[in-house]
């Protein structure tokens, strides 16, 4: 298996970074292949703007899907983009890792999420879903974050965590195609034990390698609705 990990901590002796050192460590154990995209040390540019493209369609007026697509076909996308896309497009898996800033992803990995799932690859027209551009991959988010564990789920402080992960989970990694994995959780990280890091350390490792027996989430598929995305009868 072909194994892409993006991962997005500003902090190299960040926990999330040893959550990314101990994926890499064990699917390469499995004889899986594995590239990394570190975006704080590769000083990604999270900015989408005309400058993506070093030619356009329309010049005057910034249509950015629209120039997406037109520019995968005439290669005018811009080098940063182009290599991240063929890193996608060559991955079966892509492991977003990151921790969680204000119920949500950090500003760079969102422009990563922006700027490469380009538009008449990824995703376009009726290309979403089980249907989209990159159907027949999975991926998975491994987060950390600093809340407690019971103050996430109904009738918690903080409500449910699926739906602080949802604009992640279905609006972008199902939404292009993915089948996309049960989120992996490392709770409290910045305040508890070494061995309590230790421990979710090995329940990652454990998760990596028997990935094979994990079930996708379920999400819509386009077969339960009709020509004008009007969910069908029963």
């Known amino acids: 298996m072909k194994v892409l990990i993006v991962h997005a901590h500003p902090e190299p002796k960040s926990f999330t970074a040893a959550l990314r050192d101990q994926a890499v460590a064990t699917l390469e154990a499995q004889g899986h292949e594995v590239q990394v995209s570190d975006l704080y040390a590769m000083n990604w540019n999270p900015v989408a703007s005309a400058d993506d493209f070093s030619s356009r369609e329309n010049p ?40 969680i800033f204000w119920f949500s ?44 564990e019971h103050m996430f789920g109904d009738g918690a402080i903080h409500g449910p965590l699926e739906d602080m992960l949802r604009p992640i989970l279905r609006g972008t990694l199902a939404y292009v195609g993915f089948d996309v994995l049960e989120p992996f959780v490392a709770w409290h990280v910045p305040y ?7 421990d979710f350390l090995q329940s990652f490792q454990q998760r990596l390698e028997h990935l094979s027996d994990d079930q996708p989430m379920q999400f819509a598929r386009l077969s339960q609705f009709d020509d004008g995305l009007y969910p069908l009868p029963g």
């Open 192 to 198: 508890i034990s070494d061995e309590a890091r230790k």
């Open 105 to 148: 992803t950090p500003a760079i990995l969102k422009g990563w999420i922006d700027r490469v799932l380009v538009s008449g690859i990824c995703y376009g027209g009726k290309r979403f879903y089980d249907q989209g551009g990159l159907s027949g991959k999975k991926a998975l988010v491994s987060i950390t974050l600093g809340g407690r």
């Open 60 to 99: 005057e007026y910034l249509v950015y899907a629209l120039e997406q697509r037109l520019g995968v076909k005439s290669q005018s996308l811009a080098p940063d983009i182009q290599q991240e896309l063929d890193k996608l497009l060559w991955a079966d898996l892509l492991i977003l890792n990151f921790p």
